[in-house]
């Protein structure tokens, strides 16, 4: 049972817009046990859309097409599968409907660009045609299209909710995929290379993948079997293995992101804490506060820029700015004593640095950031110096503090600095 998936759209073929769509698509199919043969993705053009659809159709057993479905004149998807497929573009009288019931509750008038859209190839049948978005399929020679909204959201509903489920129906017993993701920080990739070749001849047939999401690294690795028990154990076995390996540079697995394993380690040892931000400019505390709950255990934040917000909010010694500087270990170190004393939190969390592009010095080049925490036991800070653009220091800086508290709580060592 193999496929394909076509995304329509100048603003994908043009770089505007990244196909996230496909991405999706493929990934939800393949951890279903089904077979992505192809990938493509066309502009606004109808020849070259119909001529992928054919080729498709002479390949594979379904295709899923996202894009193209709006009332715009470069939507033109129906059109372009009718043509594709023989087919007579008619009315359809149950998605006039659903857009005359639109119209209705925006109060907006009916219009001929909104009444295309009830335009469909003969034959096709409606996806979800009680919700706010939807699409269609249809079947030509028994292969199975489907087409999507180019929407991600959209699409992403009813490609979990109908198209897997109805593609998995046309087996009589559906192989077994299962897919696990393990999430890397502070390791380069040299170094997570030699951990796969020390894995060498204890894999079996799982199949691995490496994928750099800066700054971090991920790792899955996947395994298709007729028995879900077998399948499952051997992936838990080279996780586990694999984590050996690695130790506290792996800090998740599956969906989780770094702050919501601070936020889960810090409701379960019932610790506070706050930031202090200097460089980072609140993005610690926008991602802390991205995790639902977070109030439990994020008591707040100050992002003191100046100098003069050190020292009159976080109470960062003027002679400690004039001797040292703003960048520096002991600047750190008493922004974190301060903003612990101030939120009365468990943990403080400090950042100051040089994001760049200007700034740095030869002795404090751009990317130089201290980090500093302050807990009831001790205050420490370290040096580190991060590389690229201004928002890649930024990110990165935010995820090794984070990381700072993952692994005080964890009782690990932190990474090294320079």
Known sequence: MQGEIITIGNELTSGRTADLNSWYAAGRLTASGLSVIRITSVGDDAKMAADALKRASASSRFVIVTGGLGSTEDDMTCRIAAEALDRRLCLDHQMLRKIKEYVKAKGIPMSPPLEKMAFMPEGAKMIHPKGAACGFSLVEKDIHFYFLPGVPDEMRYIMDAFVVPELLSLYERPPVTRQRLLKLYGLDEPRIADIFAALKGRTGDVVFGFYPKYPENHITMSLRGPDETAVTAALDKVARDIISLVGPYAFAAGDQEMEEVVGRLLGEKK??????????????????????????????????????????????????????????????????????????????????????????????????VYIGLCSAGETVSRRYRFWGRRKQVKLNASTMALDWVRRHLNGDPFLPGV
């Not at 100098?307 to 008493?334: C, F, M, W, Y």
């Open 271 to 368: 610790k506070t804490l706050s930031v202090a931000e200097s460089c980072t400019g609140g993005l610690i505390g926008h991602r802390l506060t991205n995790v639902a709950g977070s109030s439990i255990y994020f008591q707040g934040g100050v992002v003191s820029y100046s100098n003069q917000s050190k020292a009159d909010i976080l109470h960062v010694n003027p002679k400690t700015l004039e001797t040292h500087g703003a960048v520096s270990a002991r600047t750190a170190e008493e922004m974190a004593r301060g903003i612990r004393d101030q939120m009365k939190s468990d943990l403080g969390l400090a950042v100051t640095g040089i994001a760049g592009p200007d700034g740095g010095s030869e002795e404090k080049p751009v990317g130089t």
